[in-house]
């Protein structure tokens, strides 16, 4: 795991965990943040360690997640420009044919970023987007981002738990004209009004 300089003032601000200037406190932050058990699996680079093991083919990582993405991360990705670690092992991920996977929140987005993230899906990366339904009834903010982390988790083809999976629309009664009623929301206890 490492964060950019800029994500370091992020998840300052955002989450309250203090990760240095260059990522260089991230491994100290872990437990704190994700808990004693999960940071235990996690290891740490500051922004500036290019020499750590992401940073080479070689290493055999599955994959790479951007999590959250910024626009000026996936532009120097997309053009192969490395300033950091985490742009190098998106650029490693490219070059190696592995999975490549950017989460970007920006919104709106200009024609600048989507050309960025075309040139990307075109070289092999996905790009998903923190963007999560709503057909699963959420209830608070963690129940979207279990959406998308669970997105995240398939790509990478990963079993998990994390979030709500579509089970489709119920069985539809009789409809006059065609034999089946309108198609209902399998989420609503009464079998409720169809889904647009």
Known sequence: MSITDAGCKVL???????AGLHGEGLAAALPGWLGAEVAG????????????????????TSGVILCPCSMGTLARVSVGFSSNLVERAADVALKEGRTLILVPREAPLSAIHLENMLRLARLGAVILPASPGFYHRPKTVEDLVHHVVGKVLDRLGLAHGVGARWKGLSPAAEDPGTG???????????????IP
């Open 12 to 18: 300052r601000h955002e989450l309250g965990v203090e």
């Open 41 to 60: 699996h996690v290891r740490a680079f500051d922004s500036a360690a290019v020499e750590a093991p992401p940073s080479s083919g070689t290493a055999l």
């Open 180 to 194: 089946a009623a309108p198609p209902r929301d399998p989420l609503a206890g009464n079998g409720g009004a169809a």
